[in-house]
């Protein structure tokens, strides 16, 4: 497979047991359940916006599937994703909405504060964390594999 690239010329930015591409709620809930879980590994994770929280702090501001639907709601969400809406609660920046359009209770809250509430945690859990950086390729290098980014006007791997 022919390539534009030649791997071997573009600078190192840097080597990491675990990449996570893509800052949005998924990424950034597999970014700190890896981080956590072993600290021994060393964890990245790659956004190309600015911000963390992908559709959840771009557009949205309700997380649905936090609780069973119907009259009664139960709780049924924990880990991460339940730590996040505990985070928000304690900067008063969320709110429970009783059984919207049938789909259960829904969490609203300011997709401002979650970004820096995602921001907060990823430092906190000692994440290398890259903002504005777009993954343009993947190749194998021997046994590794080798990313290569566009990151502040240059290619990096």
């Not at 994703?81 to 505990?86: E, G, L, Y």
């Not at 304690?90 to 970004?115: C, D, I, Q, S």
């Amino acid at each position: 497979m022919a390539t534009i690239f030649n791997h071997l010329h573009i600078p190192l930015l840097a080597e990491t047991d675990i990449l996570v591409i893509g800052a949005g709620s998924a990424g950034c809930i597999a970014t700190l359940s890896a981080a956590s879980r072993d600290q021994s590994l060393s964890v990245m994770l790659v956004e190309r916006y600015g911000f963390p929280g992908g559709t959840s702090t771009q557009m949205l501001d309700t997380f649905y599937g936090f609780f069973t639907p119907g009259a009664t709601s139960r709780k049924i969400v924990g880990g991460w994703p339940d730590r996040i809406v505990n985070e928000l609660d304690k900067v008063g920046a969320v709110f429970l909405r009783p059984n919207t359009y049938g789909a259960g209770t829904g969490v609203n809250y300011n997709p401002e504060r979650l970004k820096l509430i995602w921001d907060q945690l990823i430092q906190q859990q000692g994440i290398r964390y890259l903002l504005h950086t777009t993954l343009i390729d993947v190749a194998t290098e021997g046994e590794r594999y080798a990313c290569i980014f566009w990151n502040k006007g240059v290619f990096r791997k």
